[in-house]
């Protein structure tokens, strides 16, 4: 029996040329690359290991392993170059599965959706995200330098298994450095570095579940994020209101729980600074009991007001803080600390040790490093006069295109919320996101973190981008937000339409202020889509085409009177008012019932007259009013308080397409433009 040579065999596909025919080794080798070439197991680009190498491993010639590049190179499955080796060509055909991808067969269709938060920039020319700091902007050379003296002075001892608590070394400089920035009140023996804030809460969690803990008091509006990892680790997140003093300890009271959860410095998404006077509440809350967990999750930004020190200065025992470097240098540094009360500190050493033994150890080195250096310091300073530049583009900008919208939050931070007055009208803020994605523009609906009720909004990042792209972004904004205003109905699916057959029974109801005058009230109704097709009018094709469609589609009969009643199909109605005295107006409102699209679209009702009168504010003009007047067959105006017997004239007809002419001139441009560009990307 023939003995096999030492290193016979290879890690690489795991060939044995034992298992190779008599003859023909050339063909079984050529043979097992094209195979791991096709199935993926070599994809595009990756190098094949050079020939005299893989020839040694296996324990064959050099010119068996030539010969078998050569094959494949002559099927174009592999090309050779100077200095790279041999390397695997892309091949035509289906296109790879992208992880980042929403396909519901991906990985991501695993998980929940929270637990995978979508990567930054993910198919948005500006995206627009809060939370997001300036990536561009990571201080690489004052890293790479810190990195260079750490490797040339650690011991071996520095890169072994440590304290679960952390560097020695950066929790003491952090204790200088957070009692200086943050008028914070620690020794390194009260610090523990984590893997972020998400981490602190995760320890924070899993300890207070253990000590019986099950729900927390959050801020409402308050960090989606925030509230998922908390639900994740056993604790009910319980919404106290906020308002501009930040949150109501009197509601807090009220709620409950003996933890709360506050972003005093710049409470998220509003911006609010918790006022003096509501600090003194809240410690007076603790004392009597309570935990206070401060997320510090981006005060080193702040531009037009003076430093808010940390509650956790006022009580060191009744406040757990936490922060991270994820503002000040990048979200994938995954370092941060939280400062326990000494009563909660063993315990959570102990969950952190058993989570996964303590955070590296090389960036934490260099961390500490950059702070006693001053690089650190120096480089938020530099930051923060950048993105003060970024806010006042983006401010000025939303102020000159959005003058009724109310921007708050400014002062500090790095994002901003964008709120709608009443006088704006009934805006969903979920689907003006959803329309601004299609144009290119990734914002956060104030919505989505809400649990209570409360007005529309946009949270809206600008540590990112330029200022030309802040600007660019704003007049996009600016955009949808007045093709929302001008053409309705504004489309908004409920959840029980989303959950079930698209085809099934929905209402909407929306208002409309147009342009017009004083005189009479009209109704007109408005056909509109099945669900399915109402998403794709409003979000695809654009409101003005469905506004006009629309119209373009229903009232082949109308009937007047005056003031003046028009309808068509029974299924909807809608009513144009106007009205004579001061308070006089002209509004459309419409309210539509569904049972099925295909069964609404094959029944022929007849038209219904009806009389109505209601005066509303006034916004028109006299002569888009005389535009609502309508006729007789006889040529005679309707009178008022009588029915009127004629059939729809040319006027009625032509009154409503003027009408309909009026409305899309308001917004036409703006939404057109947001349609091509959504069509050129």
Not at 197 to 224: C, M, N, W
Not at 499 to 516: D, E, Y
Request: aromatic share 4%.
């Amino acid at each position: 029996m023939a003995r096999l040579k030492p290193g016979r065999g290879t890690d690489f596909l795991q060939l044995d040329p034992a298992a190779a025919p008599a003859r023909g080794l050339t063909t079984w080798l050529a043979d097992a690359l094209r195979t791991a070439i096709i199935d993926g197991r070599l994809g595009p680009g990756t190098a094949l290991p050079a020939s005299r190498v893989l020839a040694g491993e296996l324990g064959i010639s050099r010119g068996v392993v030539v010969e078998a590049y050569q094959r494949l190179r002559e099927e174009a499955l592999v090309g050779a170059r100077r200095r790279t080796g041999t390397t695997v060509l892309a091949r035509p055909g289906p296109a790879h599965f992208d992880p980042g991808s929403s396909s519901p067969a991906g990985p991501a269709a695993l998980l929940p959706r929270p637990l995978l938060p979508r990567p930054w920039q993910s198919g948005a020319e500006i995206d627009l995200s809060p939370g997001v700091p300036d990536l561009a902007g990571f201080p690489r050379a004052a890293w790479l330098r810190a990195e260079r003296l750490v490797l040339a002075e650690a011991s071996p001892a520095d890169l072994g298994y440590g304290d679960p608590r952390g560097s020695a070394r950066l929790r003491h400089e952090l204790a200088g450095w957070l009692a200086r920035t943050r008028g914070l009140r620690a020794t390194a023996d009260d610090i523990i570095i984590v893997a972020g804030v998400a981490q602190s809460l995760a320890l924070l969690g899993q300890v207070l579940h253990a000590r019986a803990e099950t729900a927390i008091a959050v801020e409402d509006p308050g960090s989606l994020g925030t509230r998922t990892q908390l639900t994740h680790w056993g604790l009910t997140p319980v919404p106290v209101p906020v308002d501009g003093k930040g949150i109501r300890v009197a509601a807090l009271r009220r709620a409950g729980p003996r933890v709360a959860l506050l972003t005093p410095a710049h409470q998220f998404p509003t911006g609010v600074v918790l006022a003096p006077e509501r600090r003194q509440q809240l410690l007076d809350w603790a004392t009597a009991g309570g935990l206070i967990v401060e997320d510090d999750y981006d005060a080193e930004y702040r531009y037009d007001r003076a430093p808010v020190p940390a509650i956790q200065a006022s009580a060191p025992d009744l406040v757990a803080y936490t922060g991270s470097v994820s503002k000040a240098l990048a979200p994938g540094m995954r370092l941060g600390w939280l400062v326990a009360p000494h009563w909660l500190r063993a315990e959570l050493i102990a969950a952190k040790h058993a989570a996964d033994l303590g955070s590296p150890a090389l960036p934490q080195l260099v961390l500490a490093r950059m702070i006693a250096a001053g690089e650190l310091e120096r480089h938020t300073r530099l930051a923060r006069a950048r993105q003060r530049s970024r806010r006042d583009a983006l401010l000025a900008a939303l102020r000159e295109r959005l003058p009724a919208a109310r921007v708050q939050g400014v002062a500090a931070g790095l994002h901003l919320l964008i709120t709608f007055p009443r006088s704006m009208g009934d805006i969903d803020d979920g689907l003006l996101a959803a329309r601004l994605r299609t144009a290119g523009v990734v914002v956060h609906p104030l919505s989505i973190h809400r649990q209570l009720a409360g007005p529309p909004g946009l949270v809206v990042g600008y540590a990112a981008h330029s200022p030309g792209q802040l600007r660019e972004a704003a007049a996009r904004i600016a955009e949808a937000v007045r093709a929302r205003l001008v053409f309705q109905p504004v489309l908004s699916l409920p959840a029980s339409a989303q959950s079930s057959n698209q085809c099934r029974a929905w209402r909407t109801s929306a208002t409309t202020v147009l342009p017009g005058g004083s005189g009479g009230r009209s109704t007109m109704t408005t056909w509109t889509p099945s669900p399915r097709a109402a998403v794709i009018l409003a979000e695809v094709i654009g409101p003005p085409l469905s506004f006009v469609a629309s119209r373009l589609i229903r009232c082949s009969r109308i009937r007047a009177t005056s003031p003046s009643t028009v309808y068509g199909p029974r299924s909807s109605s809608s009513v144009i008012r106007g009205g004579t005295g001061p308070s006089g107006g002209s509004t459309v409102r419409t309210r539509n019932w569904w049972r099925s699209s295909a069964a609404n679209a094959a029944r022929s009702r007849r038209p219904v007259v009806r009389n109505t009168d209601s005066p509303r504010h006034s916004r028109t003009t006299a002569a888009a009013a005389s535009m609502f007047r309508t006729v007789n067959q006889d040529g005679s105006s309707a009178q008022p308080g009588r029915r009127s017997t004629s059939r729809g004239t040319p006027a009625s007809a032509a009154a409503l397409a003027a009408l309909a002419v009026i409305v899309a001139a308001n917004g036409w441009v703006a939404s057109i433009r947001c349609v091509m560009r959504s069509a050129r990307r």
